[in-house]
């Protein structure tokens, strides 16, 4: 083969490798949890239990977006409802440490998700109770694979300008998947002990993010491919 057919050859490859590289990398994988920030105003792809609204005006800013869901332990369902809801065993919300959970109102969404994929979400707990109040322990909570307390009447809280007296501001929890598979994400938030003293919870800006695609891998043979082209070129000087 001649020396111009070769560095053609050559060079057809790095750019098919280039293009495969922009390919993968112009078009991830989509994110499964859809309407995550709630944006469209309401609650498409999600489902609820107890009281549970999307507002643009709760008094507090939102992460993602105009809006945000809001859940209340006013009128609230009970939580045997709420665990057969979440699909949780039946008592499991009174295991957490905080007493008998009463009720309150819980958010799902099933989704599909690849082993490697980060969920996350950004959270913020609003309490009536006394903090921290070891008698009345209300607390939220999210429901993946398992179930994790977020917060209680025992963390740090600060002024509230929302119809609550305090909050935690917002936080992001952020949670690995190992197991391709089926998962349903649930949000709730729990009166605990006394039914009279109400307690909240405002979630935003909700993500399944999948795992990079191989475009990095991709890409270090492109340009190692390139760097065997700038070499024959070198070759090709010296030779003439």
């Known amino acids: 083969m001649s020396t111009l057919a070769k560095s053609s050859t050559l ?33 498409t792809g999600w489902k609820k239990i107890g009281t549970a609204v999307v507002t643009n005006a ?24 709420i665990e057969k809801f979440l699909g949780l065993t039946r008592g499991s919300l009174s295991t957490l440490g905080n007493g008998v959970a009463n009720g309150g109102a819980a958010i799902k969404q099933t989704f599909t998700a690849s082993a490697g994929d980060v969920v996350s979400f950004d959270w913020n707990f609003l309490t009536d109770e006394g903090t921290p109040n070891a008698r009345n322990n209300d607390f939220a909570f999210f429901s993946l694979n398992g179930l994790t307390e977020l917060a209680d ?67 270090i043979l492109a340009f190692g491919a390139l760097g065997g082209k700038k070499l024959l070129k070198r070759r090709q000087q010296k030779q003439a």
């Open 11 to 43: 060079t057809a490859s790095v750019l098919g490798l280039l293009s495969l590289s922009t390919v993968l990398v112009a078009a991830p994988s989509q994110a499964a949890v859809i309407n995550g920030s709630f944006e469209s105003g309401d609650f």
């Open 58 to 81: 709760y008094g507090v800013d939102t992460t993602d977006g105009n809006y945000q869901a809001g859940l209340s332990t006013v009128s609230n369902a009970p939580a045997a409802s």
């Open 153 to 219: 009447t025992k963390v740090s809280f600060v002024d509230s300008l929302s119809p609550f007296r305090e909050e935690t501001g917002y936080q992001t929890t952020s949670y690995n998947i190992t197991t391709a598979g089926t998962y349903t994400l649930g949000f709730g938030v729990i009166n605990s002990g006394d039914r009279k003293v109400q307690s909240g919870l405002l979630i935003d800006n909700v993500s399944s993010e999948p795992v990079p695609e191989p475009a990095s891998m991709l890409g």
